[in-house]
């Protein structure tokens, strides 16, 4: 004696398949989403030149985000039109600005996170910059 399923039966099954074939599909893309965007450490290092001018208080080009990769080789240039003090948080780096004289920082990029850039006695915001 044979038996089959019924209709019910073969229903069920065939809804369970397809529930587990959208959960592995589902589980496949949002690994793929989150290796490309925050998981996903691809960017290779690379020298990058920086180069802001404070005049009157103001920072030129107007405050932006910089992204490198880890290990990249920074060098901060900065022009001022008024005594300060240059810092980039989270690498402790700092240089005195003197009116008119370029101040240059240089440094690898070896932490990473988000670090500010700015000027201690104006406390302007020159650069975010992004290591990734």
């Known amino acids: 004696m044979t038996t089959t399923a019924t209709p019910a039966r073969s229903r069920d099954t065939v809804y369970r398949i397809v529930a587990v074939a959208v959960l592995v599909v ?13 998981g996903d450490s691809s960017t290779a290092p690379q020298d990058r030149s920086i180069s802001v001018t404070i005049t009157g208080g103001r920072a030129e080009p107007p405050v932006g985000r910089v992204e490198v990769g880890k290990g990249s080789t920074i060098r901060l240039t900065v022009t001022s039109d008024a ?5 980039v948080h989270g690498y402790d780096r700092r240089a005195v600005l003197e009116p008119g004289r370029p101040a240059t920082l240089e440094f690898r990029a070896d932490t990473t996170g988000m670090f ?10 020159l650069v975010q910059l992004v290591v990734r």
Do not use: F, K, M, N
């Open 26 to 38: 589902a589980g496949i893309v949002v690994t793929l989403l989150y290796r490309s965007s925050a």
């Open 83 to 87: 005594p300060d003090e240059l810092h």
């Open 116 to 125: 500010e850039i700015e000027t201690h006695g104006g406390h302007l915001l």
